[in-house]
Nanobody, 124 residues
Framework: QVQLVQSGGGLVQAGGSLRLSCAAS????????MGWFRQAPGKDREFVAA????????YYVNSVKGRFTISRDNAKNTLYLQMNSLKPEDTAVYYC?????????????????WGQGTQVTVSS
């Protein structure tokens, strides 16, 4: 089992920045990929970014490329999402997730473990 505990988020004006963190504990050895998803009101949960836990390779949805950066600190077993140039359409509850799979990073169904979610609100 893997436990994921999120922190960060909040309210920011358009153009501002926020950083999300996700601390992992438990059977970390089983994780190959970690990712961030988000869910806006009335919408499905969508993929945002993912990172290979070992190599650090990254993958982003087009709408956040150049603005968001996913990273990890293996020593601290912590995942991060640095969000810059935030837009009102980025408003959502953000979830971190972990999977044993090394492929199909954007597929929500492949992720086994989820954080509790954290609200990000971007005002115009």
């Amino acid at each position: 089992q893997v436990q994921l505990v999120q922190s960060g988020g909040g309210l920011v004006q358009a153009g501002g920045s926020l950083r999300l963190s996700c601390a992992a504990s438990g059977s970390i050895f089983s994780i190959n990929t970690m990712g961030w998803f988000r869910q806006a009101p009335g919408k499905d949960r969508e993929f945002v970014a993912a990172i290979a836990w070992s190599s650090g390779g990254t993958y982003y949805v087009n709408s956040v490329k150049g603005r968001f950066t996913i990273s990890r600190d293996n020593a601290k077993n912590t995942l991060y999402l640095q969000m810059n140039s935030l837009k009102p359409e980025d408003t959502a509850v953000y979830y971190c997730a972990a999977t044993k799979f090394a492929n199909g990073w954007s597929q929500r169904s492949l992720y086994d473990y989820w954080g509790q979610g954290t609200q990000v609100t971007v005002s115009s």
